[in-house]
């Protein structure tokens, strides 16, 4: 079982900035990928991006492209999404992920809730216009 824990949601002004931070306190992540999905209120969880945890190669929605960053930190068993240019539609909950299983061609094929792992609890994102 793996453990994730999310923080830097919060409050923040259309055109913003924020640092969502997801980690495995206690354990090394040993999984395959890691990443980022998130729910707006009404809606479905949807896939925001993603990172290999043996290559570095990275998947990231085309709502976001430009404006989100994902990277890691393998030392710590860290995934962060440096958010820029925040929208009040990128409001929702974020949802740190983990995939074990072996995956094959882009991280982007893997944008469905079933094909991840593990999952935290969320953070709070909101941006008010």
């Known amino acids: 079982q793996v453990q994730l824990e999310e923080s830097g949601g919060g409050l923040v002004q259309t055109g913003g900035s924020l640092r969502l931070s997801c980690g495995t306190p206690?354990?090394?992540?040993?999984?395959?990928?890691m990443g980022w999905f998130r729910q707006a209120p009404g809606k479905e969880r949807e896939f925001v991006a993603a990172?290999?945890?043996?290559?570095?190669?990275?998947a990231i929605t085309d709502s976001v492209k430009g404006r989100f960053t994902i990277s890691r930190d393998s030392a710590t068993s860290a995934v962060y999404l440096q958010m820029n240019s925040l929208l009040p539609e990128d409001t929702a909950v974020y949802y740190c992920?983990?995939?074990?299983?072996?995956?094959?061609?882009?991280?982007?094929?893997?944008?469905?809730?079933?094909?991840?792992?593990?999952w935290g609890q969320g953070t709070q994102v909101t941006v008010s216009s």
């Open positions: 992920a983990a995939r074990n299983r072996p995956f094959w061609g882009g991280l982007g094929y893997y944008s469905a809730r079933q094909q991840w792992d593990y």
């Open positions: 206690g354990r090394t992540f040993s999984g395959t990928a």
């Open positions: 990172i290999s945890w043996r290559t570095d190669s990275t």
